[in-house]
């Protein structure tokens, strides 16, 4: 939505996408070529390159920089986002409970919420739900502002974020689904790229985060679109056997531990009608990175609130796509290079 923004707020916002697109774009590659030229063989293991960068780089001022700075903008996005918001909380509030919506949201108040969801995702204040507008605050401030530029996280500087969601979706392999789930939905910005790859298919988003599904439901009467969002874990849809034929993931498994990606993947299997597909767009593991470029993904886990970005960029996912039963399992970068990195598989007819 257009947020009502006083011009501190504003020019405070453009402010820290600025700083992040000069840490990313022009610190950052900097200190990557520092570290290249002075270690030419690369060790492979993630301990021994976080040591070799570490070391490398210690005394270097564009990569300490860049470091700062990183985590600087990520903290400082919630100091400015939070008292915009509520500068323009009469209009956001109008606009979210606008009513004349064609499709559904289903929010459930005792919604089981697993332990690692709370886990203070983002630098956010309390987690994904950690304010009553974190939908607003991370959409269209915390993004449209300060991350959009690039340069941040998996996204180099220039790349757009929603071209790489359309292409995600594009990886599908065919273009007649019916029935296509999006299992982490959030405010819906896959889903609204979804529904321009598949015009004509009913939609389905489930997600734990009430903000975000709210906020995904006020795009979706504002498109016109008859989305069904619902409130639920995904490990547990509670969405009957065999009603899709696609299921579509963006960016949720780096957000969540092993044991909950293994169960998750295992849900999108039983909702899977057979001869389903389900495709899947992520950060590429560490292994298919170089060395500097893998330690830059690692110092999320520590640095901005990404808890479980390590143990999932080590996770054999293919394999976890074949034992939660899937067939014909593919992983490859979109576009031939690390970002996004697709992984898919099949449910035999
Ligand atoms: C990074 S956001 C991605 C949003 C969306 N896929 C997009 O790209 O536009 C991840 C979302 O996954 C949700 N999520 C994390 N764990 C979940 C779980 N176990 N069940 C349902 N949603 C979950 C979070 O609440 C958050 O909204």
Known sequence: MDVPLRQRDRSGLEFLGSLQHHAGGVLQPAAAARYEAAVPDQPAGLADRRRSVGTVLADHGPWLFDRFLTRWVAEEIYVRALPAVEHGRERIDAWLNAGGAPGTLALDPGVEIPDYWNAGFHLTTGGWDGHDLMGVVTRDLGYEYVLAPGGVGAV????????????????????????????????????????????????????LSRT????????????????????????????????????????LFHETPPKATAAILRELFRVLEPGGDLVIGDVAPYDRHPAFRAVVLDWETEHRGEPFWRSALQLDLPGLLREAGFTDVEAYGAGGGTYPWITRGHKAA
């Open 212 to 251: 975000g599904l709210e906020y995904a439901h006020a795009t979706a009467r504002d498109a016109g679109l008859p989305w069904r969002l619902i409130q639920a874990p995904a490990e547990r849809t509670g969405l009957p056997d065999a009603s899709f034929d696609l299921a579509a993931v963006y960016i």
């Open 156 to 207: 180099r500087t220039g790349e757009d974020i929603l071209d790489q969601r359309e292409r995600v979706a594009r990886e599908a392999p065919r273009r007649d689904y019916r029935r296509i789930l999006e299992p982490g939905v959030g405010t819906g910005m896959f889903a609204h790229a979804v529904a321009r790859v598949f015009p004509d298919a009913e939609f389905t988003g489930v997600d």
